[in-house]
Structures are given as structure tokens and as C-alpha cells.
């Protein structure tokens, strides 16, 4: 059970908008923590995505973007391409125990139609 | 550019302690920038924060994990180490490295990654 909600699957046709959810609580996301998210492609490590909520890292297209409210965040990719499909993981910080810790969310598998 | 890179054993007999290094290059480990931190995802499964460890030896460990979990920090080396103890078969994963930005002492995203490396654990 991970501490950030994300849907276990999000599907689209090429060209298309998707959304992928990361749903926190006031421990992580609602107390103002940032959320990062990552791209990982079959058989590869973890790539940033996003940073901070919404910074893009150089070379990461505009087709993705990202944004938070209250105790939710969203990956949003439009002109959905087939190199898109992969698995997509939300991460945030956590204080609610004696000491911080990183959380991340279950994944999202993006399936391109 | 920076680049991790994972080390170790890849197979653990039941019982016994997974013990893996990350050796960083292309950048110092003594920055006060970054923590520096353990990841791993079971075969199929999601990514699981293992913890992370600032240049001074100041460690954060997964509350889940805190109790099996040392990580230290060799900068003379350039390197950090991971020491799992008492593995079970639900051990086995790719664990990677990755260096982690930290703003007023939070640690923040995961950039960049290393490759990662399998270790199973089975007799």
C-alpha cells in the first residue's frame, strides 16, 4: 500500500490528452511538500520528468507537464506519442513520523492505443 | 556529467546481509547540495525508497526498512554503500542509486539514476 494514490493504468490514442493522478495527504502533498515525477521505459532506470510540481528538466518535452493542489498532484501529457508508453511513478517527502521520509506512489502504466 | 554507478553481489543466500556500493563520478559526494540515495523496485512492482544519506553521515532511512537498513558514506572514495541485513526472497529487486537534491533540509527528486543492478535472494 503506497502512501500516494496514483491509478494502477491510464490509456490513450496517439495524439490525445491523459492525466495521471497522485493523490496524497496532509502529511506529504497538503503540507505544502513538492511532488516529482518520473518516466520509466521497459528494462530502464527512472528518469526525472518533472521536478518541483511543474519544472521541466532540459531535454524533457513540453508535451509534459505537471501541477498540484491541496493534497493532489497531476502528470498531464498531450500529443500522446507511442514512445509515451511506459510506467509513470509520482514521488513526495513525508514528516508525519519522528523522522521525514520519501514516499513514492504505486506507478502508472500508460498504455498508447 | 554526473554518473552513479551500483555494485555488489548478485545473489544473497536467505538470512544472510545484501551489502551494495555506489561509486559517483563525474562530481564530488562531499557537495552540501545533495543527499544521496538508495531505491528499489521488485520484479513487476513499483519503487520503494530505501533511505538516503547526506555527505556528513546523516542518514534517513524508510521507517518500513529502518531496522534491517545501514548506509554509509566513503568521500575519501566517492562512494556510498547499502548493508541490508537478514534478506528474505521479498528482498529481491533492482536497487539503484540516485543523487537527491535537498533544499532547507528537505530531500527532494531523484536525478540522476543509476543503472540500477538485480539481486536475488535464494539459497
Known amino acids: 500500500q503506497s502512501v500516494l494514490t496514483q491509478p494502477p493504468s491510464v490509456s490513450g490514442a496517439p495524439g490525445q490528452r491523459v492525466t495521471i493522478s497522485c493523490t496524497g495527504s496532509?502529511?506529504?502533498?497538503?503540507?505544502?511538500?513538492?511532488v516529482h515525477w518520473y518516466q520509466q521505459l521497459p528494462g530502464t532506470a527512472p528518469k526525472l520528468l518533472i521536478y518541483?510540481?511543474?519544472n521541466r528538466p532540459s531535454g524533457v518535452p513540453d508535451r509534459f507537464s505537471g501541477s498540484k493542489s491541496g493534497t493532489s498532484a497531476s502528470l498531464a501529457i498531450t500529443g500522446l506519442q507511442a514512445e509515451d508508453e511506459a510506467d509513470y511513478y509520482c514521488q513526495s517527502y513525508d514528516s508525519s513520523l519522528s523522522a521525514p521520509y520519501v514516499v513514492f506512489g504505486g506507478g502508472t502504466k500508460l498504455t498508447v492505443l | 556529467q554526473l554518473q552513479l554507478q551500483e555494485s555488489g553481489p548478485g545473489l544473497v543466500k536467505p538470512s544472510e546481509t545484501l551489502s551494495l556500493t555506489c561509486t559517483v563520478s563525474?562530481?564530488?559526494?562531499?557537495?552540501?547540495?545533495?543527499?544521496w540515495g538508495w531505491i528499489r523496485q521488485p520484479p513487476g512492482k513499483g519503487l520503494e525508497w530505501i533511505g538516503s544519506?547526506?555527505?556528513?553521515?546523516?542518514?534517513y532511512y524508510n521507517p518500513s526498512l529502518k531496522s534491517r537498513v545501514t548506509i554509509s558514506v566513503d568521500t575519501s572514495k566517492n562512494q556510498f554503500s547499502l548493508k541490508l541485513s537478514s534478506v528474505t526472497a521479498a528482498d529481491t529487486a533492482v536497487y539503484y542509486c540516485a543523487r537527491q537534491p535537498t533544499v532547507r533540509g528537505v530531500m527532494n527528486w531523484f536525478d540522476p539514476w543509476g543503472q540500477g543492478t538485480l539481486v536475488t535472494v535464494s539459497s
Open positions: 518541483g510540481n511543474s
Open positions: 544519506i547526506y555527505y556528513s553521515g546523516s542518514t
Open positions: 563525474g562530481g564530488s559526494i562531499s557537495s552540501s547540495s545533495y543527499y
Open positions: 496532509s502529511s506529504n502533498i497538503g503540507a505544502g511538500y513538492d
